[in-house]
């Protein structure tokens, strides 16, 4: 149990205790902010544009960061700060399937499996594109490790905690600097992901690719909730707790898989005891749901206050991952961290405009957005896409990314194929593993054309 723990509250530093007081108050502080901001109509009209609220109040805090003009920031707060994606991403992941009624499988089983082939494309992908970057450019001319042909998976899939999670991995088989260019990666990827996907969605709305916002889909928070003050804070407690023992079931389930994983030995134990929490968490959402429903008591969730948590549990990653942003280690080496960047993203943007074609037939933006959000910046920045989109899920697309998320989560994105990928290199060479990840690339394209052409697969299956 500790070491579980230890992974979601990595890198807080209780030596200095004033800071980590000083960080949860300002993080309180955020968190009443975005509550109150998302309710004018400045930040509405900044969402509109596909500029969300959080990347503004992250850019403030980097201005003001120990890298910024005014440091007004301590580093010891971003320090804290920058330990915070991994729970808040179990925080996000904990309410995702808390807050709506579970579908009927017959119901979502080819629209899951539409988005799960451009998942798969697009994280496969990622390893075959930063195998080729490394083999005919970076080792030639750069000399580098080849085990940076993961880094564009780890960076952009999995983000600051499957960076963190891997850096210890990394450094276990030699690749001492993994830790610090897979965190560099995560960030370059958020920051992409952010500010590439809201100029997406700004053209998306500019050729009509999306409905445009308007205020008839704002959510109306006040009728959906008691008005008896006392009543609101039973229903937000019980939600939150709800959240909570999803959080708790994910551990569970994460220590019963590293206690098999110990009987085991070799490649197993090395997947299991480095698999991350958030996945797990989804699970646990689920079976929280489940229960809830088999007992009739679905009653105690309010899905504007689960969402509610969702959203603010996103905005705080981007703030927080953008306010503690290490700029110096994104100098350090930044030749091929931008080879490899510039790869990854022309790729996830060929997926989005030309693979998600073929995936999806109708309502092909939205359903693309939050997987290029995903593919770039983790899970977080692609609910954010979805959001700045979609901001009344119209499409349906957030339930059909959640099931899809509980399937693929434990594969990539931090799990297992994120883990064995750099064991795979050692032991096979990055050749191998390059064409062993391309080949399966073309496999998941051909099998999507083979979909489309069966009329099961071609109903309006998105209605």
Request: aromatic letters at 12%; one cysteine or more; a negative charge.
């Amino acid at each position: 149990m500790d070491s579980v723990f230890h992974e979601i509250f990595a890198n807080f530093n209780f030596a200095h205790f004033p800071y980590v007081f000083i960080s949860v108050g300002l993080l309180c502080i955020l968190t009443f902010l975005l509550f109150i901001s998302r309710r004018f109509e400045s930040a509405l009209a900044l969402e509109k544009l596909g500029i969300p609220i959080s990347l503004v109040i992250g850019a403030g805090g980097l201005f003001v960061g120990p890298y910024g003009i005014i440091k007004l920031l301590p580093e010891d707060v971003t320090h804290v700060w920058r330990s915070l994606p991994t729970p808040l991403l179990t925080l996000i992941f904990a309410s995702l399937m808390i807050g709506r009624p579970l579908p009927k499988v017959n119901q979502v089983f080819k629209q899951v499996t539409n988005q799960a082939l451009l998942a798969l494309l697009l994280g496969f992908g990622q390893y075959l594109v930063g195998g080729i970057i490394v083999l005919f450019i970076l080792i030639p001319y750069l000399g580098v490790d080849p085990l940076m042909g993961c880094l564009i998976e780890v960076g952009f899939e999995g983000g600051h905690g499957a960076a963190a999670v891997m850096g210890e991995s990394f450094n276990k088989i030699g690749f001492s600097d993994g830790l610090d260019l897979g965190l560099a990666m995560a960030t370059i990827g958020l920051l992409s992901s952010t500010l590439i996907g809201s100029a997406l969605i700004f053209i998306g709305r500019y050729f009509g690719w999306i409905v445009p916002f308007s205020s008839d889909e704002k959510i109306d928070t006040e009728s959906a909730t008691p008005a008896n003050l006392i009543s609101r804070l039973k229903l937000l407690i019980v939600n939150i707790g709800l959240i909570g023992l999803a959080v708790l079931l994910g551990i569970s389930l994460l220590l019963s898989i590293r206690f098999v994983g110990s009987f085991s030995g070799g490649i197993i134990q090395e997947v299991t005891s480095t698999f991350p929490v958030f996945p797990l968490a989804l699970l646990g959402s689920l079976i929280v749901r489940y229960f809830l429903e088999r007992s009739n008591q679905a009653d105690f969730v309010v899905e504007i206050l689960q969402r509610e948590i969702g959203i603010i549990s996103t905005d705080l990653l981007i703030i927080t991952a953008m306010a503690g942003l290490d700029l110096p280690l994104l100098f350090k080496d930044w030749v091929p961290l931008l080879i490899l960047s510039f790869g990854g993203l022309c790729w996830n943007l060929i997926g989005m405009f030309l693979f998600a074609r073929i995936c999806f037939k109708e309502k092909w933006f939205e359903r693309s957005i939050i997987e290029f959000g995903n593919a770039t910046g983790v899970a977080a920045s692609g609910l954010l896409l979805l959001r700045l989109a979609d901001p009344a899920d119209n499409t349906n697309t957030l339930p059909i990314f959640s099931i899809k998320q509980l399937f693929l989560q434990p594969i990539l994105s931090g799990g297992v194929i994120t883990v064995i990928a750099p064991l795979a290199i050692m032991s096979f060479g990055l050749l191998s593993w390059t064409e062993i990840t391309g080949v399966l690339t073309v496999l998941f394209i051909l099998i999507a054309l083979l979909l489309q052409k069966l009329p099961f697969f071609n109903e309006n299956i998105y209605d």
